[in-house]
């Protein structure tokens, strides 16, 4: 229960069926029945109970009920067997409709009958009653809650616009969220600024005015809370009831702060502000400004004035009429227009000769009412409204191309798909989370250019069909699960671009459905004649069953040099070369890495002035039998031999000595 740690000081109920403490705390207004949670100050040290409310999960961290009060003193039950004889109105008590009994998310610390249903609300059993002869004993379940949809925000503005006004069925304390009883009550203008700017001020206003409080009289504090204030607007004096006055300062050059409500039936006759008239008096669209108002027999000069709240219709005991100019017969009537009755007088005047039948006598208050049913009458204040799908939801969407998946974890962008072989819901991925609030980031990211059709990935104006532009090698991957799965990458990586497969598959290069080169781990395959211009470097062998031509250039190895006393690596090379600079011996040893039928060269040349005795390994056999032993002072000596076989080099030599 994060944000609700406490230190559970308990004491075992004296029935030993729960857990259950007594606590002080100051002022805490609870009652029996009040569902609390627990909320840390700042430091984490203490904190306080609170009430309760399913309306979200923070909201919703009940840690117990409240049994009885006793002044500052409480008892509360954690869990277990609780007393719900005292259970008031207030908490949704008396506990006797439903055996389970639910967190109210509409009155706070209460208790609801019936689980919650809107989006966002948490449903959280708290008590469930024991049947039979305890009627009034319930057990402390506080079961965990399950939040219902979530909470996404949506508008309404085309399904109920702001100003709509429609019968509401039920009661006056549980109006929807987002609407407002139309009985003449206030709308925040800061809080539903869309209600201000659709409705404005023709069903009544407050108005808020800074005021010089030196008055034309001199006089500071004259106007009070419930007198009437004045101010002459268009040349029509509009009169306005003080519902807030408040000095900063006094005497000359003070000031202070009045809330004013004009009375929208001024000037109606009859009681409950009815006419038969028209709706003089009525001040729709005068509303008061910064000249002077008048209240008693003062003058204030305000600074400035600021309409604080829109009212909403008042109609109760009314009906609605089409506004519009005068059609026909019918007189036309302005927005906001209040008039009619419910009664009349009925002036009825005898015959008198003339032929023209009428009654005699006064028949009065004539019942005008045509049969009805009352209702309330509500208003949409605001455009936007918390949504969530609830129940069974069915829709269907083209899924050509889209790949559901298993994944234990739910998040943003995210489509939750049934899979009826499974017989379990998957996840959709289709972003791995939304965009963000302004969206440039996400489009700097990714974009779909439908103009030139390209996909741009790291960069928001593709240059190619598909363009991937990130640090850190960025690469495409394309994967085969058929049998033994095998990876090809393509990557661009430190100034070079790579194709390579992951594991030691083969790399097949070819066109029109044939292979023409396969490359494996240690080995490229050649499938068809195949023409390099330029050099052709090879590091490893060269395996063919054609020729190798040289149409222009040459065929040759690396030289490498040849080491006394030490044995040539065949692979390094085709030719091995050492010069000698001093006077002595040179041992040629026996060859290794060797491959039949290739050929080698061994090339000793002699820089010095006295002869250089060699000592030749039993592997090289030269022709016959004569094996050169020395190589003469300042000449070169060219050992050339064949690998018939490993350890078997048949070799000739010659030597240069002019």
Known sequence: MAGSAFNLTTGIGSDGKSTRATKTQIGHGFSAGSVLRYVQNAVGNTGDFQLATADSTVNAEVVGVVESVSANEFTIVYQGEIDTSNFGSDVGGPLTVSDVWFLDPGVSGGLTAYAPTSGGNVVKPIITLVSGANDDIGLVTNFVGTVIGGENTVS???????????????ETYNIPDGWQLCDGGTVDTTTYPEYYTTVGTKFGYEATLVLNTQGDTGTVGIMTVGATASQSISSTQVDASVISYTETASGAGGSATVVLSPDITTGFTGHRGETSGDNTGYPHGLVFDTSTLSCGTSGYVPSSRTVSAAKTPDMRARVPLGAGVT???FDGYTAGQMGGAEDADILNISDGGSGVYAYVGTATNANLRQPYIATHYITRITSTAKAALIGDVTFNIEDDG????DTGIKSDGDTLVWDSAASKYKNLKIFDSYPGTDGSGFEAGFVIDTTNTRIGIGDNNPEKDIHIKKANTPTIRLEDTT?????????ANDGTGHVRTTSTHPLKLGQAGVNCVVVN???????YPTTFTGNVNVTGTVDTTGNIVANTGQVYSTAATLVHNTNPQMDEGNVHIVTL????????KNPQEEVAGAMYSFVIVNSTSAPITLDIGDQYFFANGIKPNIVRANSELVISAVCLSLHNLLCTWAEDFS
């Open 581 to 588: 600079d001093t006077a002595g011996e040179f041992i040629l």
């Open 327 to 329: 059609h026909g017969t």
């Open 156 to 170: 309404l503005a085309s399904v109920h616009p702001v100003g709509e006004i429609i019968p509401w069925g039920g």
């Open 483 to 491: 049998g033994t799965a095998v990876k090809l990458d393509l990557f």
């Open 521 to 527: 781990a240690s080995l490229i395959e050649m499938l």
């Open 402 to 405: 889209l790949t559901d998946h």
